[in-house]
């Protein structure tokens, strides 16, 4: 079983930035896709960007140009870098792992986009 642990939520205004982070409790996370997911209130869970084991990204269009996902497997990082955050990206942002047929989330991390 792997655990994730998610850092960097918070309470921003408009056109601010913020930088989330996810690392894992596995030893080795190399073979992982790892991704971002987001849910906000009365909505279902949507992707956000997602990077593959060999380094291939995908963005939901709603964030392409704003937000950068990188990864860091010696550290058992995936982050995501948030900038220009919009009100409509409030959510609580929800990190994953993939591999195969094992899905692993993290427990949440809060984003508030408000003025």
């Known amino acids: 079983q792997v655990q994730l642990v998610e850092s960097g939520g918070g309470l921003v205004q408009p056109g601010g930035s913020l930088r989330l982070s996810c690392t894992a409790s596995?030893?080795?996370?190399?073979?992982?896709?790892m991704g971002w997911y987001r849910q906000a209130p009365g909505k279902q869970r949507e992707l956000v960007a997602y990077?593959?084991?060999?380094?291939?990204?995908k963005y939901a269009d709603s964030v392409k140009g704003r937000f950068t996902i990188s990864r860091d497997n010696a550290k058992k990082l995936v982050e995501l870098q948030m900038s220009s955050l919009k009100f409509e990206d409030t959510a609580v942002y929800y990190c994953?792992?993939?591999?195969?047929?094992?899905?692993?989330w993290g427990q949440g991390t809060q984003v508030t986009v408000s003025s």
């Open positions: 990077i593959t084991s060999g380094g291939s990204i």
């Open positions: 596995e030893t080795f996370v190399n073979a992982y896709t």
């Open positions: 994953n792992f993939q591999l195969s047929r094992y899905s692993y």
